[in-house]
């Protein structure tokens, strides 16, 4: 490992600190993002009121008193002895001052990391590299925790990096990792890492540091030095139970699953070895190549791991791992970066669905990020010939619009590949998740959506389509109907479309693109609908005697309505989105299948779920008709954004016949290509 001073020599894009035209603006755009990400940070801190907040210390009023008194302080000694004065000053200025040097730490951090990637960075990435970073942490979940009063999880991670990347000399940049470590001791790893690159002034300068930054707090504080090190192992069970979400440490995922007891110990002891000794190999490895940055958060990444208590604010070390390159294909360079953003920055439950099943995944995402980032994720070397060059993505011919003053947007180009399955699954994921909470979100004021009801059915009876009281009665009164109809509604809403989604992606991967951005932008067109006309659907309005069939009879006198308000927002049915996923799933269907009976199938879906909104009553027929809007409006959009669908070949097949062509020999003159191939092959 290089020197401070000599990889910010080296660095050829170190002394890049503007830009101009489109690079600057963008750069400047960003930074005011991040801006705005960090005011809106201190704003929810500053919020919580100052003797609250200051309640969150967890120290004693009295200097002599013991930092460990409540059991709610996890942090070392050594930090106690540090922070400790700070309750002589305890004001509201204080809380203030606080929140301003963390985001300050942050900003810090995205600026010295920005310095460390590797050569060659493209202009591009040196300019918006920082503001970006800076602008992630800012929303991740690691900073939010970071800006609690007595939580020193950023300064750490900006003494490493400093001491890697900006400090010359070796016992200035050891002096700094020793005090990261007297303050996370799990960090004392990156001494063994500069000891295995070379650095091995660095490394004593480190221990040294760390030693006497322990001896001093055991001298100063000898009762909490004995409660953190000895009593509670390295402080486990301080600051909550060990076996708690919040202790995102192998030791903590252990607990969770009901390991205790010796055998717990001797397997965390035998997980932890194992991960610090393939974690620290690939740090060594990535260090010599030349990626010190990626080398630094392989390294923290192990030792939030193997701590016996590593918490949620102390796991900023994985978002610096999107450093690395994964996979050859340019088209699998974003699965990476964008799974270690959405684990770091939304919540695990919008990661995985509710499920039993998924619970010990659920529960652990940012762990298993953590042990992937450190032992499993394949970052490609930089003697790779994928580094710079990757496999570039191919795009369908441009096709220009049928409306010659609709522009085309540039970006939006077709892509015949088929897309990264782990990316897609996760983006469709999220994005339900946003939905669903977009949707619950919604305006739920009942006298608003009561009163748009009753003006959607005075529209109805003006068009004469109130039809709605007299289908729901007669489906009431044949059984078989009914049941057929409450299936088909419960049923087939989500199935259909996914399963259309999984077909174009494996047999039809141009195609599946088309359809996809279609069906997500009718979605958010529908979201707006829902904010701007909350509608109560005809099984809950009163007084007009309609038979919820599907959820059983309803108390209209209960706000409530029952159980179902608490899963989704009722009164989000304008535009119907069980009618426009289905007309979605029909026009897609006509348009691509190959043969008859299929496309009959495909515009039969449709037809027969407006059947079943309007029969169970979940629905008004002008709510069908808002749907057909929106997903008008998606494919509409679609086209505007890329031009006509167009008949495209998948990538495998166009690969086939180019590598045929390639390998046909050049028809002599005066022969046909035929001849010429039968040639060849006698």
């Known amino acids: 490992m290089a020197n401070a001073a000599e990889h910010s020599g080296a660095n050829g894009h170190a002394g890049v600190i503007g830009g101009h035209g489109r690079l600057g603006a963008a750069r400047l755009l960003l930074w005011a993002l991040a801006g705005a990400l960090a005011v809106r940070q201190a704003a929810a801190v500053l919020r919580v009121p100052p003797v609250e907040w200051l309640s969150g210390f967890h120290l004693p009023g009295s200097l002599p008193g013991s930092v460990y008194d409540t059991g709610q302080f996890s942090d070392t000694p050594f930090a106690g002895l540090v922070l400790k004065p700070l309750v002589g000053l305890a004001t509201p200025s204080l809380e203030v001052a606080w929140t301003l040097v963390t ?18 960075v493209p202009r591009r990435t040196a300019l918006l590299a920082a503001p970006v970073l800076t602008a992630l942490m800012m929303v991740s979940l690691p900073v939010r925790e970071a800006a609690s009063p007595g939580q020193t999880a950023v300064l750490p991670v900006l003494l490493v990096l400093l001491a890697v990347f900006r400090v010359p000399g070796d016992r200035p940049a050891g002096f700094l990792v020793g005090l990261a470590a007297a303050l996370q001791p799990a960090l004392l790893l990156f001494a063994a890492l500069l000891w295995l690159t070379g650095r091995r002034p660095t490394a004593r300068s480190a221990g040294a540091t760390f030693a006497g930054a322990t001896v001093l707090s055991w001298a100063a504080m000898p009762r909490d030095s004995w409660t953190y090190w000895v009593q509670h192992l390295a402080g486990t069970g301080l600051g909550g139970a060990p076996d708690g979400l919040a202790n995102q440490s192998v030791h903590g995922a252990l607990l969770r699953f009901g390991l205790t007891g010796p055998l717990e110990i001797l397997l965390y002891a035998a997980l932890a070895a194992a991960i610090a000794w393939i974690g620290l190999r690939r740090s060594v490895r990535y260090a ?42 340019a088209a699998d360079r974003p699965v990476w970066p964008v799974a270690v953003v959405l ?25 298993l990020a953590a042990v992937a980032a450190a032992c499993a994720v394949p970052f490609l070397p930089r003697s790779s010939a994928y ?10 011919r441009p096709a220009a619009a049928r409306w010659a003053r609709v522009p085309l947007m540039p970006f939006w180009r077709r892509v015949l590949s088929r897309p990264n399955l782990l990316l897609e699954l996760l983006l469709i994921r999220v994005g339900y998740s946003i939905y669903s909470h977009i949707r619950a979100a919604a305006p739920t004021s009942r006298s608003l959506a009561e009163g748009n009801g009753s003006q959607i059915h005075g529209i109805e009876r003006a068009l004469g389509v109130d039809i709605e009281h007299a289908v729901n009665h007669a489906v009431v009164n044949t059984p078989w109907v009914e049941a057929f109809f409450n299936f088909y509604y419960t049923s087939f809403h989500f199935v259909v479309p996914l399963t259309i989604l999984g077909v174009l992606y494996w047999r039809r991967p141009g195609d599946y693109r088309w359809a996809r951005a279609s069906l997500g932008l009718a ?42 308000t608490a899963i989704s927002n009722q009164y989000a049915a304008m535009p119907s989105l069980h009618f426009g996923w289905s007309l979605w799933c029909g026009i897609v269907i006509v348009v691509l299948a190959p043969k008859g009976w299929q496309k009959l199938l495909g515009a039969l879906h449709p037809l027969i779920t407006v059947c079943a909104i309007v029969a169970t009553a979940n629905h008004w027929v002008l709510d069908a008709v ?19 669908r167009g008949l495209q070949v998948s990538l495998p097949a166009q690969q086939r016949r180019d590598d045929a062509e390639r390998a046909e020999p050049a028809a002599a003159p005066g022969t046909t290509t035929a001849e010429s191939v039968a040639g060849s092959r006698s």
């Open 626 to 644: 808002g749907g057909a809007v929106v997903v008008s409006a998606g494919f509409g959009l679609v086209y505007a954004l890329s031009g006509p």
């Open 343 to 367: 684990a770091m920055t939304l919540p695990s439950t919008m990661l995985l669905p509710n499920l039993a099943a998924l619970a010990p995944v659920r529960d652990n995402v940012l762990l």
């Open 288 to 329: 010599r190549d030349g990626q010190l940055l990626l080398a630094v958060a392989v390294t923290g990444c192990v030792a939030v791991a193997v701590s016996p208590t590593g918490w949620r604010h102390q796991l900023l070390w994985v978002l610096l791992a999107v450093a690395g390159k994964v996979g050859k294909r």
């Open 523 to 564: 979605t958010v067109l529908a979201l707006i609908g829902f904010w701007l006309y909350p509608l109560a659907p005809p099984r809950l309005m009163p007084g007009l005697g309609f038979i919820d069939t599907v959820h059983g009879p309803q108390d209209l006198a209960n706000p409530s309505y029952g159980a179902m």
């Open 103 to 120: 985001l300050l730490c942050v900003a810090a951090i995205g600026l010295v990391a920005a310095r460390g990637l590797p050569d060659p």
């Open 387 to 396: 580094w710079r060059e990757p496999v570039p993505t191919d795009y369908g």
